[in-house]
């Protein structure tokens, strides 16, 4: 069997991308993709709690699982070391198409997983420490970090003026000069109306 694995960490990627890769490869060199795993999940979850890990179960000898590239496959160094482990005692191969690699049964195999797995785990490392030292940057500038106020908590403040935003209506006051005077958008106005029913 030959399986083609793709896999994206958030609803907002697509999976479609690694598999036109994967098929186009295979197309290219005379193979037919029998089976597709796809799925949208962190590399962060258990192995166990993702469709790659009941895939690796049910692999035998002889068969290739084909990914377009081995960070598709595991978050850190012992996860990808673990999965080719499994895949050399049942006697299959992993194939990554962007490093252009059959990871086997050879020594070869074993240290090129291992330098591969090595080198995404430090890179993600880095990445953080960067992100830390960034952060911690701002702070010390004074800058204000986390997410800015969002529309619901001005649509909390809209709904305890209330009163007097039913006043001003009364008055006959533009939902412009509302919106102006209760230092909210126009749009978030207009939803908190909507809301109440008051349009």
């Not at 035998?60 to 496959?73: A, F, K, M, V």
């Not at 001005?154 to 001003?168: A, V």
Request: net charge positive; glycine share 8%; charged share 25%.
């Amino acid at each position: 069997m030959i399986y083609g694995y793709c896999r994206v960490s958030t609803a907002h990627q697509h999976e479609e991308n690694q598999h036109f890769v994967i098929e186009n490869f295979a197309k290219s060199n005379g193979l037919i993709i029998d089976s597709w795993v796809e799925e949208k999940i962190s590399s962060g979850k258990r192995l166990q709690d993702r469709k790659l890990g009941t895939l690796l179960k049910r692999l035998q000898s002889g068969d290739i699982l084909i990914t377009t590239e081995i960070s598709r496959l595991g978050r850190s160094l012992l996860e990808v070391m673990g999965i080719l482990q499994t895949c050399l005692e049942r006697g299959c191969q992993i194939w990554t198409l962007k490093e252009n690699f059959r990871l086997g049964t050879d020594i070869q195999s074993k240290v090129l997983a291992f330098a591969f797995g090595l080198s995404a785990e430090l890179s993600r490392s880095l990445l953080q420490e960067r992100v830390r030292e960034s952060l911690a940057r701002l702070k010390a500038a004074g800058k204000k970090l986390g997410r800015p106020v969002g529309a619901h908590s001005k649509i909390l403040k809209l709904s305890k003026n209330k009163k007097r935003i039913n006043t001003l209506i009364d008055k006959g006051v533009s939902k412009n000069e509302i919106a102006r005077i209760m230092r909210v958008n126009k749009s978030t106005l207009y939803n908190y109306l909507r809301h109440m029913d008051a349009i």
